[in-house]
Nanobody, 121 residues
Framework: QVQLVESGGGLVQAGGSLRLSCTAS????????MAWFRQITGKERKLVAQ????????YYADSMKGRATISRDNAKNTVYLQMNNLKPEDTAVYYC??????????????WGQGTQVTVSS
């Protein structure tokens, strides 16, 4: 059973930075795409950033372009999301996810429990 555990969330002032981590157990992340989503209370979960299995291709939602960097360390079975210049509208629960099958970039089957990010103005 694949388990994803996020960490690194917290309370930060606007303009500050946070680095989220997501560590997997039960399966290697090598060969699998990884993604970060966020969900604002009362709204649907949305993709924030995604990284390919090789780490060579990344995608960012428009709202995070220029402020976020997704990276992975396959040796540690961990993916990161560095977020800078945070804004109050970035306040949300952040989830990491991975597909069931290697090489795919959608159909995320496994999700972490989420980590709360709160940005104060």
């Amino acid at each position: 059973q694949v388990q994803l555990v996020e960490s690194g969330g917290g309370l930060v002032q606007a303009g500050g930075s946070l680095r989220l981590s997501c560590t997997a157990s039960g399966r290697t992340l090598t060969g699998y795409a990884m993604a970060w989503f966020r969900q604002i209370t009362g709204k649907e979960r949305k993709l924030v950033a995604q990284i390919s299995w090789s780490g060579q291709t990344t995608y960012y939602a428009d709202s995070m372009k220029g402020r976020a960097t997704i990276s992975r360390d396959n040796a540690k079975n961990t993916v990161y999301l560095q977020m800078n210049n945070l804004k109050p509208e970035d306040t949300a629960v952040y989830y990491c996810a991975t597909p069931e099958y290697p090489g795919t970039t959608h159909d995320f089957a496994y999700w972490g429990q989420g980590t709360q990010v709160t940005v104060s103005s």
